[in-house]
């Protein structure tokens, strides 16, 4: 008997844990439809809204816009040296190219681009929602005629989704540039046999694939740790808090989005 009642509440926990994970999800997906359709209204770049939008922009990347890229930069220039020393060793050098633009340009950038708006940006920004929830800030506005969503979260997930695109963009700019300099130097007689090599790298699918992955990258570091603030329940008897609980999520999304692009990539 004893047994049995252990195992009864042992399923009826997981039950509760599944329906728990399933709830969580839910609430971001549809945080993320109605994010969607503020974004895609007029109504939402009323004078307020475009000021607080662009503040929120300018905080969020400004900053970190320089040292991020020189951080990258430096990065980048050690990868690539060691993948062309060691393509060279090996007698593989007319690839050596192809494989920094596709392990440098392709998957890394992207990657750390995200991770470091989430951990500078969107995972404070998340925080601050819902100190502004807990203190019953977001109800004052909504008694006011404002509405929180269009004023205080829509211009965070908008300047997170944007920092990921503009640091993604310049730092695969930069690395390219590395790259040709690493591999031909200060000449510009390698440019030719470069672009074409770069250009047979970013065929139209795996551009789309790039693009796609970048845009799903800004939306699960923004939205994510929004949507957590908002509708994780301040009161939960739950051991983990919202903001762990919203990282999990990102951390298991992000995974999720790499895989799916690695397979478009190359199978």
């Known amino acids: ?8 509440g042992s399923i009826g926990r997981l039950g509760r844990a599944v329906v728990h994970w399933l709830a969580g999800w839910w609430h971001i ?5 109605l994010i969607g359709v503020l974004a895609l209204s007029p109504s939402s770049y009323r004078r307020e809204n475009r000021a607080a939008i ?10 970190v816009l ?21 393509a060279q060793s090996y007698g593989l050098s007319q690839y050596a190219l192809q494989m920094v633009v596709r392990v440098l340009v392709l998957e890394l950038i992207p990657l750390t681009a995200a991770l470091f708006v989430a951990v ?14 807990n203190r019953g800030q977001l109800d004052a506005l909504r008694a006011q005629g404002i509405d929180p969503m269009s004023r205080e979260v829509l211009p965070r997930v908008l300047s997170g989704l944007i920092s990921v695109a503009i640091l993604a963009a310049l730092s695969g700019v930069v690395s390219l540039v590395l790259a040709y300099l690493a591999v031909y130097g200060f000449t510009p007689w390698g440019f030719v046999g470069y672009t074409r090599t770069v250009g047979q790298v970013f065929s139209p ?14 939306l699960a570091v923004s939205l994510i740790p929004m949507g957590s603030a908002l509708y994780d329940a301040a009161g939960s008897r739950s051991r983990t808090s919202a903001e762990l609980r919203g990282l999990v999520r990102m951390f298991a999304l992000i995974l999720l989005i790499e895989a799916v692009s690695l397979v478009g990539n190359y199978y």
């Open 66 to 86: 320089v040292w991020f890229t020189l951080l990258s930069s430096l990065i980048s220039l050690v990868l690539i040296r060691i993948v062309v020393v060691t």
């Open 1 to 8: 008997m004893r047994v049995t009642t252990a195992s009864v």
């Open 120 to 133: 500078r940006c969107t995972i404070p920004n998340g925080v601050e929602i819902a100190a502004l929830r």
């Open 29 to 33: 997906v549809h945080f993320g439809a």
């Open 54 to 63: 662009a503040r929120d922009l300018v905080l969020d990347t400004a900053p």
């Open 205 to 218: 699918a795996v551009t789309l694939i790039f693009a796609f992955k970048t845009l799903m990258f800004g």
